[in-house]
């Protein structure tokens, strides 16, 4: 499919999912990164703070109480203390134990394996009630550990869609997240590698800042590039490698 820059927007996300899981590793469904729990909290802790900075304070976290009961039992201070490379730790304290105490209060126990065996939809609202879960949040659990078929949109896969003009240039995430989903097949391998892709795109060629543009393969019908560079030329297309190169940095969890 030829896409170009004044294709409607579901040809533009349907083509950028063809050209990023080329130009990607392409991902299977079947081992969750990590457990439903960690999932959650870690997505919690994450919040407008690095991939690294988010594992030591889980770790630390993990170390001090011991166990979510340890967690939930610990004087709040010194949790914000242990989680304190986040970028707000005393307001995520209060609220992981809040979460850890609703969890326990209404499943008996600290695991959310019973969200497999529920419609997608209850199990949105359910997490989207917890304090300070959101559509990313809430669809990143849904969506890698109980492949359910829900988008997360995180700011890299916000920022690229509005860039490429998947999305308008003024929705927000939680719009992009009904949008996408709209162009997209409701099939969570599909959903999981275009969120992963894009992921992996904003960290390694799109910044926020300075974007590779060089080395992107959506330059052929991306909003951004035809408004700083002009339509692509076939040399820059040509250009353009075909795929990720191992040698320029490690694709993240």
């Given at each position: 499919m030829s896409v170009t820059y004044n294709a409607p927007a579901?040809?533009?996300?349907?083509?950028?999912?063809?050209?990023?899981?080329?130009?990607?590793?392409?991902?299977?469904?079947?081992?969750?990164?990590?457990?439903?729990?960690?999932?959650?909290?870690?997505?919690?802790?994450?919040?407008?703070?690095?991939?690294?900075?988010?594992?030591?304070?889980?770790?630390?976290?993990?170390?001090?109480?011991?166990?979510?009961?340890?967690?939930?039992?610990?004087?709040?201070?010194?949790?914000?203390?242990?989680?304190?490379?986040?970028?707000?730790?005393?307001?995520?304290?209060?609220?992981?134990?809040?979460?850890?105490?609703?969890?326990?209060?209404?499943?008996?126990?600290?695991?959310l394996d019973f969200l497999a065996d529920w419609p997608m939809e209850k199990g949105m609202a359910w997490l989207n009630d917890m304090p300070g879960i959101g559509l990313k949040t809430a669809s990143l659990v849904l969506l890698f550990n109980f492949h359910k078929p829900v988008l997360p949109v995180d700011t890299h896969v916000h920022r690229i869609a509005q860039r490429v003009g998947m999305i308008g240039p003024k929705a927000s995430a939680d719009k992009a997240h009904q949008v996408l989903l709209e162009q997209l097949p409701k099939d969570a391998l599909t959903l999981l590698n275009f969120h992963k892709h894009n992921y992996w795109h904003g960290q390694k060629i799109c910044f926020f800042a300075k974007p590779d543009c060089a080395r992107c393969p959506l330059k052929g019908f991306c909003n951004y590039y035809l408004e700083h560079y002009g339509p692509a030329t076939p040399a820059a297309l040509a250009a353009t490698p075909a795929r990720w190169d191992a040698a320029w940095g490690e694709l993240a969890h």
């Amino acid at each position: 499919m030829s896409v170009t820059y004044n294709a409607p927007a579901a040809e533009k996300t349907q083509q950028n999912h063809v050209l990023l899981n080329q130009f990607y590793p392409p991902l299977t469904l079947d081992n969750p990164r990590r457990s439903p729990m960690r999932e959650l909290i870690s997505t919690v802790l994450s919040h407008r703070t690095t991939h690294a900075d988010e594992e030591l304070a889980y770790d630390r976290m993990l170390e001090a109480f011991g166990d979510w009961a340890g967690v939930l039992a610990a004087p709040t201070a010194e949790l914000a203390h242990a989680i304190r490379t986040t970028r707000w730790p005393d307001t995520q304290a209060p609220r992981i134990q809040e979460i850890l105490r609703r969890i326990q209060a209404e499943r008996g126990a600290f695991e959310l394996d019973f969200l497999a065996d529920w419609p997608m939809e209850k199990g949105m609202a359910w997490l989207n009630d917890m304090p300070g879960i959101g559509l990313k949040t809430a669809s990143l659990v849904l969506l890698f550990n109980f492949h359910k078929p829900v988008l997360p949109v995180d700011t890299h896969v916000h920022r690229i869609a509005q860039r490429v003009g998947m999305i308008g240039p003024k929705a927000s995430a939680d719009k992009a997240h009904q949008v996408l989903l709209e162009q997209l097949p409701k099939d969570a391998l599909t959903l999981l590698n275009f969120h992963k892709h894009n992921y992996w795109h904003g960290q390694k060629i799109c910044f926020f800042a300075k974007p590779d543009c060089a080395r992107c393969p959506l330059k052929g019908f991306c909003n951004y590039y035809l408004e700083h560079y002009g339509p692509a030329t076939p040399a820059a297309l040509a250009a353009t490698p075909a795929r990720w190169d191992a040698a320029w940095g490690e694709l993240a969890h």
